[in-house]
């Protein structure tokens, strides 16, 4: 008797080390948007990505199409390394919302770019202003444009649930930046 693979087992053979690894490599930049909107720090959000790379290599066994994309299993473990950094601060009384002066990006062209730098910098300080569960939702959606279904295997939240964050979210933020 011939036995047939599970489609999992099909999608993980075309999905060779080597494609992979290039697969893994190529959701850095989502990956690093993610922990640096978790973290606070470049640098933290940059260890987190190489752990979170390093996790996905030599774990893709794991990564299970039936359940999400490629993209949705590697943030979800992205956020677990954040997770794990955020708790080892607090366990050394290391606030999180603690921002390294360095993370603030360069300006390339001071006389046109100003205004648009002051509200990218007015964002970013309502956002530094909500607590970590509405900066994360409005990051996964709003910036990396993560469907509510993704976002709701990262968070293991339900669909719903997704959507209700994301609307007080939203609302909160609304709220601070017009009192």
Not at 31 to 58: P, S
Not at 130 to 156: F, K, S
Request: some cysteine.
């Amino acid at each position: 008797m011939v036995t047939m693979p599970t489609t999992a087992a099909v999608i993980r053979e075309e999905l060779e080390p080597p494609r992979m690894i290039d697969d893994v490599i190529a959701l850095g930049s989502p990956g690093h948007a993610l922990a640096m909107q978790l973290l606070g720090n470049r640098d933290d959000a940059a260890d987190a990505v190489q752990d979170a790379m390093e996790g996905a290599l030599t774990k893709g066994d794991s990564f299970d199409p039936q359940r999400g994309s490629l993209k949705t299993w590697f943030l979800r473990i992205v956020r677990n390394r954040c997770i794990d950094e955020l708790r080892r601060r607090s366990r050394s009384s290391r606030r999180a919302s603690d921002i390294d002066p360095t993370d603030v990006a360069a300006v390339d062209d001071p006389a046109t770019d100003s205004e648009l730098n002051q509200a990218k910098k007015t964002l970013q300080h309502h956002l530094d202003t909500l607590d970590a569960e509405q900066r994360e939702i409005l990051i996964l959606r709003d910036y990396l444009g993560l469907a509510y279904a993704d976002i709701a295997v990262i968070l293991t939240v339900p669909r719903g649930t997704v959507m209700s964050r994301l609307h007080r979210a939203r609302q909160r933020l609304s709220e601070k930046m017009n009192p």
